[in-house]
Every structure is written in structure tokens, then in C-alpha cells.
């Protein structure tokens, strides 16, 4: 059973470009979640797509964005980067939405994103 | 929002020692997970324990929900435990897990 696939793994652009971040879930997981892994912040909570609705967001400004398709499968979009999107960041899959029941999530390997 | 503080910070040790992991958040919860970060980034979810006590191999977890505390417990650690060790926590009302900072574990040969 495939894991979660993350694409690129390492990507390096300039202050202002813009970054489109993939993720394909375990076949079968509906929900996919994206998470920021910096050394200042830690892991902080993106958001959340299920049937490719966005159904929580974290803290983040309007320049981070997302989308999921038919297939489960999600993007992640930054627009205008600034030097502190310079980040791991990580995508995890479930089956079911929200957190609140036992719903065990499962990353992938993550992108690294450095902006110059 | 919810606030996840781990313990120690970081832990040196040699092969085969055992070692103690806390985790201790400051509201109910009623989903938490421990997780294993390896040297190349990947996340790997130890247990899912919001209560109770669970074991898998060498590795076992206890949360005590009513004191606000999980222990991840590590017995004859190997060289290939290394890395940071992450509790996250869902609070009430909450939807994306908050991670702690993480325990930075190093067995040494």
C-alpha cells in the first residue's frame, strides 16, 4: 500500500515567485492536511481539505492557500514568498475529516521549500 | 488555543538505556498522538492515545487525561531511535493538530 507522496522534495525560488506543493494521500484517505515545519515556529497546522472542501484553516495569511480534487488529491499554492516561508512542509492523509474521533494521520516525506 | 510543552528538551544516551518522554498539554483533549521524526524529515506515528496505555515493542505510551500528561517510554534504545520525538494534541473546538517543540533524542553507540 503506497504512502503519502509529496512533490517536489526540495525546491528553491526567490522572494516575490510564487511555489505549487503536491500531495497525493493513501489510496482511500479522503482527508488531507498541510503543516509548516520552520526551527523558530515548530509545526503548525496549515489546513485541512475533505472531499475538496477546505473544512479547518490554521493562522496562516491569504497568501497560503489549497485545493483538493476529485481524486483526494491536494495542492498547496504560495504567492508572493517571503524569506520566512523558508520551511519543511508536511502533508498528511486520513480517512475521515477532523480530528476529534480516533483519526490517525499518516505524513509524507515533505517538501523542502528554501526561498532566496 | 490549546499549549503542548514536552520534556527534556533534548536526551543523550547510550545504547541500551531507557528513557522517559513527557508531554504535558493545558486543556482536555480527545485526540493526541505521538509521532517520530527521522533525520530526513519523516513524520512516523508512534501511537494514537488520548487515554490509556498502549505498548508496541520496545515503545510504550500512557496519557492520564484527568492530569493533562502523556509519557512516551523507550526501553533498550538503538541507535536508529535518534531524532525528535513530537506529541500533538487536538483541544476542544480545535481542528489541526498542535504539536509540541519535541524531545531531540541522541543514542549514541
Known amino acids: 500500500k503506497a504512502g503519502v507522496t509529496q512533490t517536489p522534495r526540495y525546491l528553491i525560488k526567490t522572494r516575490g515567485q510564487q511555489v505549487t506543493l503536491s500531495c497525493s494521500p493513501i489510496s482511500g484517505h479522503r482527508s488531507v492536511s498541510w503543516y509548516q515545519q520552520t526551527p523558530g515556529q515548530g509545526l503548525q497546522f496549515l489546513f485541512e481539505y475533505f472531499s475538496e472542501t477546505q473544512r479547518n484553516k490554521g493562522n496562516f495569511p491569504g497568501r497560503f492557500s489549497g485545493r483538493q480534487f476529485s481524486n483526494s488529491r491536494s495542492e498547496m499554492n504560495v504567492s508572493t514568498l517571503e524569506l520566512g516561508d523558508s520551511a519543511l512542509y508536511l502533508c498528511?492523509?486520513?480517512?475521515?475529516?477532523?480530528?476529534?474521533?480516533?483519526?490517525?494521520?499518516?505524513f509524507g516525506a515533505g517538501s523542502r521549500l528554501t526561498v532566496l | 488555543g490549546i499549549q503542548v510543552e514536552q520534556s527534556p528538551p533534548d536526551l543523550i544516551l547510550q545504547e541500551g538505556a531507557n528513557s522517559t518522554l513527557r508531554c504535558n498539554f493545558s486543556?482536555?483533549?480527545?485526540?493526541l498522538q505521538w509521532f517520530h521524526q527521522n533525520p530526513w524529515g519523516q513524520l512516523i506515528n508512534l501511537f494514537y492515545i488520548p487515554s490509556g496505555t498502549k505498548q508496541n515493542g520496545r515503545l510504550s505510551a500512557t496519557t492520564v487525561a484527568t492530569e493533562r500528561y502523556s509519557l512516551l517510554y523507550i526501553s533498550s534504545s538503538q541507535t536508529t531511535d535518534s531524532g525528535v520525538y513530537f506529541c500533538?494534541?487536538?483541544?476542544?473546538?480545535?481542528?489541526?493538530?498542535?504539536f509540541g517543540k519535541g524531545t531531540h533524542l541522541i543514542i549514541q553507540p
Open positions: 486543556d482536555s483533549v480527545n485526540n
Open positions: 500533538a494534541v487536538v483541544g476542544r473546538g480545535a481542528d489541526g493538530l498542535t
Open positions: 498528511a492523509s486520513s480517512p475521515q475529516t477532523g480530528l476529534s474521533g480516533a483519526n490517525v494521520l499518516t
